[in-house]
């Protein structure tokens, strides 16, 4: 899809850092001239934002896998129709924290849905967009748990997510790093778990590329 805009995608487990160093990025871009659209999924957009409720709210353990699958991207093509391909258009910088390939990983894999059902729903939902660049924060599974649960725990709240066993994370982990093996020119890894201003300057030295 041709457009003069670039997309850019933040991708990891709980816990990986992408929100903080999102917002690093956008800072940065901005400071140098560009028009930049921070969105975020499951979110982004005021009907998106009662959508994250639904899929978020620990009341709603009994939500099957394929109603959650469906949230998803009913919220993405509302994202995608009235926020990132206006911006886009515009040559605006999109930086959005997680998009089609989290529910690859999440739904597609770590619900066992499987690729197909993904792959044809964004079809649908997203009208053929895809990212020109990906990000994947990739830190071990063990901090990811510790630090999602402690951020959590600080917020005083919990949702669905929070109860998961760790094998659904390790199955979500090594799903992510199997995309960035099969999409090398897409999807890079950065290394999450080191200093944030070391992760910042890995991303730099990446996004600046593109920009």
Same mark, same amino acid.
């Given at each position: 899809?041709?457009?003069?805009?670039?997309?850019?995608?933040f991708?990891?487990?709980?816990?990986?850092?992408?929100?903080?160093?999102?917002?690093?990025?956008?800072?940065?871009?901005? +400071?140098?001239?560009?028009?930049?659209?921070?969105?975020?999924?499951?979110?982004g957009?005021?009907?998106?934002?009662?959508?994250r409720?639904?899929?978020?709210?620990?009341?709603?353990r009994?939500?099957?896998?394929?109603?959650?699958?469906?949230? #998803?991207?009913a919220?993405?093509?509302?994202?995608?129709?009235?926020?990132?391909?206006?911006?886009?258009?515009?040559?605006?910088?999109?930086?959005?924290?997680?998009?089609?390939?989290?529910?690859?990983?999440? +739904?597609?894999?770590?619900?066992?849905?499987?690729?197909?059902?993904?792959?044809?729903?964004h079809?649908i939902?997203?009208?053929?967009? +895809?990212?020109d660049?990906?990000?994947?924060?990739?830190?071990?599974?063990?901090?990811?748990?510790?630090?999602?649960?402690?951020r959590?725990?600080?917020?005083?709240?919990?949702?669905?997510?929070?109860?998961?066993?760790?094998?659904?994370?390790?199955?979500?982990?090594?799903? #992510?790093?199997?995309?960035?093996?099969?999409?090398?020119?897409?999807?890079?890894?950065?290394?999450?778990?080191?200093?944030?201003?070391?992760?910042?300057?890995?991303?730099?030295?990446?996004?600046?590329?593109?920009?």
């Amino acid at each position: 899809m041709a457009r003069p805009g670039l997309f850019v995608t933040f991708e990891g487990m709980d816990g990986s850092g992408k929100t903080t160093q999102l917002a690093r990025l956008a800072g940065r871009l901005r +400071q140098a001239g560009r028009e930049v659209l921070e969105t975020a999924e499951p979110g982004g957009t005021r009907i998106g934002q009662q959508i994250r409720d639904i899929l978020l709210d620990e009341r709603n353990r009994d939500l099957a896998p394929r109603a959650e699958l469906l949230l #998803y991207f009913a919220c993405r093509a509302q994202n995608v129709e009235e926020w990132i391909l206006p911006a886009l258009a515009r040559g605006a910088v999109v930086l959005s924290d997680r998009f089609t390939d989290s529910t690859m990983v999440y +739904q597609g894999y770590g619900r066992g849905l499987g690729a197909a059902a993904v792959e044809t729903l964004h079809e649908i939902a997203c009208q053929g967009l +895809q990212p020109d660049l990906t990000l994947f924060l990739d830190i071990d599974l063990d901090t990811s748990l510790a630090r999602a649960r402690r951020r959590n725990a600080e917020a005083a709240r919990r949702d669905r997510m929070d109860e998961q066993a760790a094998e659904f994370y390790r199955r979500v982990r090594d799903a #992510y790093l199997d995309l960035a093996r099969r999409h090398p020119g897409r999807v890079r890894i950065i290394r999450g778990g080191q200093p944030e201003d070391a992760v910042a300057a890995d991303i730099w030295e990446v996004v600046r590329a593109h920009v």
